[in-house]
């Protein structure tokens, strides 16, 4: 039944409407998802990512940003609904096909530490070789420029030959960029991008990300970051959608008080809004 308190607070007008010859980059038509035998995680979520849109994940701990990101990189599988990639549907494609389409930038990072950044960075292209599930014979020769080039826009080539493992959690996440940059995707999807980035590298990382021309969903804590950086804001609360729509009405007052039980107070008289939290 239709609950009103769960209706969004910000419905998506604004959405440039999508046209038939255009598929929307990713959308969601009535997914829900559930871990084995857990309880429902996600509900009944729908809605559409155009090409080229820059969308923010914001919500509390445990609201389902993660799970979203992996339904939408096909990790999850939803269990009722569907997901698209570009107008089709992500578990009609091989994954190696949606993975030319769409590069991933998780929380939890490579664990081969062994392997060098420019390794790693390297793995990017494995998407694009014949009979990559067969297995991996080293990095193309013809990929080097490519790779080296992914490499110098994250800031990291003087640590291209250096381990993994031995890099600090800001030069890693970097180097996953780097990484998901030499997929040379279509859509990329972030979660939690700035974690263990400085601000410098944070600021970087998001004019980065902004000027690929891709499209780019990330899940946000920092609601400043993420009203600077996103054309559209999806605010989750237990699961469903609160609030979809660009930063000043999706991230409004008393969005922000549902989504995550606080007062919550935004200043807008200067460039970028202000936020300010009490209990
Ligand atoms: N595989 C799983 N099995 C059981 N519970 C799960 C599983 N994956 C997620 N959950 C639960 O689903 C809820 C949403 O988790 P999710 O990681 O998507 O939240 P989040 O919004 O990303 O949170 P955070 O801000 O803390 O990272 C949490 O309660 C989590 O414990």
Same mark, same amino acid.
């Given at each position: 039944?239709? #609950?009103?308190?769960?209706?969004?607070?910000?419905?998506? %007008?604004?959405? !440039?409407?999508?046209?038939?010859?255009?598929?929307?980059?990713?959308?969601?038509?009535?997914?829900?998802?559930?871990?084995?035998?857990? /309880?429902?995680?996600?509900?009944?979520?729908?809605?559409?990512?155009?090409?080229?849109?820059?969308?923010?994940?914001?919500?509390?701990?445990?609201?389902?940003?993660?799970?979203?990101?992996?339904?939408?990189?096909?990790?999850?599988? /939803? &269990?009722?609904? !569907?997901? $698209?990639?570009?107008?089709?549907?992500?578990? &009609?494609?091989?994954?190696?096909?949606?993975?030319?389409?769409?590069?991933?930038?998780?929380?939890? &990072?490579?664990? #081969?530490?062994?392997?060098?950044?420019?390794?790693?960075?390297?793995?990017?292209?494995? /998407?694009?070789?014949?009979?990559?599930?067969?297995?991996?014979?080293?990095? %193309?020769?013809?990929?080097?420029?490519?790779?080296?080039?992914?490499?110098?826009?994250? #800031?990291?080539?003087?640590?291209? #030959?250096?381990?993994?493992?031995?890099?600090?959690?800001?030069?890693?996440?970097?180097?996953?960029?780097?990484?998901?940059?030499?997929?040379? /995707?279509?859509?990329?999807?972030?979660?939690?991008?700035?974690?263990?980035?400085?601000?410098?590298?944070?600021?970087?990382?998001?004019?980065?990300?902004?000027?690929?021309?891709? !499209?780019?969903?990330?899940?946000?804590?920092?609601?400043?970051?993420?009203?600077?950086?996103?054309?559209?804001?999806?605010?989750?609360?237990?699961?469903?959608?609160?609030?979809?729509?660009?930063?000043?009405?999706?991230?409004?007052?008393?969005?922000?008080?549902?989504?995550?039980?606080?007062?919550?107070?935004? %200043? $807008?008289?200067?460039?970028?809004?202000?936020?300010?939290?009490?209990?």
């Amino acid at each position: 039944m239709d #609950d009103p308190s769960r209706r969004p607070l910000a419905a998506p %007008d604004f959405v !440039t409407p999508l046209s038939a010859a255009i598929p929307a980059a990713v959308q969601l038509s009535g997914v829900s998802w559930a871990p084995p035998r857990g /309880p429902r995680i996600l509900s009944d979520l729908s809605f559409a990512v155009p090409q080229g849109q820059i969308v923010a994940i914001c919500g509390a701990n445990g609201a389902g940003k993660t799970s979203l990101l992996r339904l939408i990189y096909r990790h999850h599988a /939803p &269990q009722q609904g !569907t997901v $698209r990639l570009l107008g089709r549907d992500l578990w &009609q494609m091989v994954a190696a096909e949606a993975a030319r389409q769409m590069a991933a930038v998780l929380q939890e &990072q490579p664990t #081969d530490f062994a392997l060098t950044a420019r390794q790693i960075v390297a793995l990017g292209r494995l /998407p694009h070789r014949r009979g990559w599930a067969a297995g991996w014979a080293g990095p %193309d020769p013809g990929d080097a420029p490519l790779i080296a080039a992914a490499l110098e826009r994250m #800031d990291v080539t003087p640590l291209a #030959d250096r381990a993994f493992g031995s890099l600090s959690g800001g030069e890693r996440q970097r180097v996953a960029v780097a990484r998901a940059l030499a997929q040379e /995707p279509r859509v990329i999807v972030l979660d939690e991008p700035t974690n263990h980035l400085d601000i410098r590298h944070q600021l970087e990382l998001l004019a980065l990300l902004r000027g690929l021309g891709l !499209t780019v969903i990330a899940t946000l804590h920092d609601l400043t970051l993420a009203a600077r950086f996103a054309d559209r804001i999806l605010v989750l609360s237990e699961g469903r959608i609160l609030a979809d729509g660009p930063p000043d009405r999706a991230l409004s007052e008393s969005v922000l008080a549902r989504a995550f039980r606080v007062g919550a107070r935004i %200043d $807008r008289s200067g460039s970028a809004p202000r936020f300010s939290f009490h209990l």
